[in-house]
């Protein structure tokens, strides 16, 4: 077993200063998140009002086989509507009825902005509310923005969350909520631990179903699966709930964290808890070893691209040996990352936002052994000689918990192992430049396929 470092004395990197930028910045729209949401929400269907560009991004993306009843799609928004010669909600209305006339099976409708609709100042809002009251009943209409602009691919998912937080019925019930989306297998695994620890009443936004859709009152509690998720925190707290703050279930020390800050929550019995826990806690530390070898010593940079960098950060320097250089963010929300911050020992630059050329700038001259960075920036780092890995691929994979906690630390040492090859055999250096993702993509499915 691994021997995790003691806790840093004093607020670790919760007080430490942070360098704010803001510049150019290199970003991934919110329209990504309904790769996975739209297989984690199995009634739901994502209707982007954008452009032919939002339609090719989400095909691509999602590799959506040509037989499948597809439950996203893009209702695209012709020059005449954004020259404003037409009236795009007569057209978004029967685009609507299209889809519901012959999707009995769909339930939710969420009609996601994007800059097109923005620059044209659609107001979907309003017309999620006018198509609500058609279809009462039958279908739910809701809204959110997906927009690129000023935003990281992760806000969807917390944009989507939010825009469900009004619809949720009002309970007075003491229950937890864990908020995020997650893929089944790892969300059944962690609704298995609470269950176990005796925790009564658990239920999960977003729920698989409509059906499902949880309560929500002044007696629950919620607990963050993801970092990103600001804007839905804030919508439940609107509603009367209350955040149970705590480190992100990463690894075995954050899984352990987070659980521990739920037991205190719901007085459960410290034995009772050790119980629980020891058997998965050991199995997550040897699946951690595994990688201890490849990762110890190295040296990472994160440039902002997730907002899972510092929970990251937490879990590679104090499970995995590695050294942080720069932790950068695209938003420091401390009310949220706050616990993972404190355990964070204190020598990384921990960063806010983007000026992108400076930060390339100080990332080539630390040289760091491993960049994590946005898709956009890989390619670039790569031919500079420095080693990358995607941070959407932290998105797309199941990383939360005690069961994935080794296939974590595994994703990082990936591109590690495929460099030291490389240098071992620099033969199979020749041909076009292909970033890490890309050599690693080719031996994985989809990106939707994994979502
Ligand atoms: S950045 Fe804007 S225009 Fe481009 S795909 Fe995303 S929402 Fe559409």
């Known amino acids: 077993m691994t021997d995790m470092p003691a806790l840093p004395q004093g607020n670790g990197c919760r007080d430490v200063p942070v360098l704010k930028q803001r510049g150019q910045h290199e970003v991934f729209c919110g329209l990504t998140g309904i790769i996975w949401l739209h297989r984690k929400m199995q009634d739901a269907f994502f209707l982007v009002v954008g452009s032919r560009t939002c339609a090719h991004l989400l095909q691509s993306a999602a590799g959506v086989m040509i037989f499948a009843e597809p439950r996203f799609g893009t209702a695209i928004l012709e020059e005449k509507d954004l020259a ?3 009236d795009a909600n007569e057209e978004l209305d029967r685009e609507v009825e299209r889809l519901l006339s012959r999707r009995s099976d769909i339930k939710q409708l969420f009609l996601v902005g994007s800059c097109p609709s923005e620059v044209i100042k659609l107001d979907l809002e309003r017309a999620a509310e006018r198509l609500s009251e058609k279809y009462f009943g039958k279908t739910q209409v809701l809204n959110y923005s997906g927009s690129g602009i000023e935003t990281t691919f992760t806000q969807g998912e917390d944009a989507c969350l939010a825009s469900i937080v009004p619809a949720m019925p009002k309970t007075t ?35 698989r179903t409509a059906d499902e859709i949880a309560g929500v009152g002044p ?4 607990a963050l699966t993801q970092p990103f998720l600001g804007d839905a925190a804030g919508a439940l707290e609107r509603r009367g709930a209350r955040h149970i703050a705590a480190p992100f279930p990463f690894g075995e020390e954050g899984t352990t964290a987070w659980l521990a800050a739920i037991a205190r929550e719901f007085g459960v019995d410290q034995d009772l808890f050790e119980t629980v826990t020891a058997a998965p806690r050991a199995r997550a530390r040897k699946a951690i070893a595994r990688s201890h070898e490849v990762l110890q010593n190295k040296r990472i940079f994160f440039f902002p691209d997730s907002q899972l960098e510092v929970p ?56 760091p052994d491993l960049t994590v960075c946005g898709l956009g920036l890989a390619n670039p780092l790569e031919a500079r000689g420095l080693t990358t890995k995607w941070a959407i691929e932290l998105v797309f994979t199941p990383v939360h918990f005690y069961e994935q906690a080794g296939d974590l630390a595994e994703l990082f040492t990936r591109p590690l192992r495929r460099r030291a090859m490389l240098a071992e055999h620099p033969s199979h250096i020749n041909g076009p430049e292909i970033s890490s993702g890309e050599r690693e993509g080719a031996k994985r499915p989809s990106l939707g396929a994994l979502a």
């Open 173 to 207: 019930e003491r229950q937890l909520l864990v908020v995020g989306a997650l893929p089944d297998v790892v969300e059944d695994q962690a609704l298995k631990l609470l269950g176990d620890l005796g925790i009564e009443t658990v239920r999960v936004l977003p729920s």
């Open 312 to 367: 990251l950060a937490r879990f590679l320097t104090r499970e995995c040996g590695m050294e942080a250089v720069e932790v950068g963010t695209p938003f420091l929300h401390k009310g949220l990352v706050g616990p993972d911050l404190e355990m964070l020992a204190t020598g990384p630059q921990i960063s806010e936002g983007q000026d992108v050329d400076q930060q390339l700038d100080r990332a080539i001259a630390a040289q």
């Open 84 to 86: 404003g010669l037409a």
């Open 219 to 222: 007696n629950t509690v919620f």
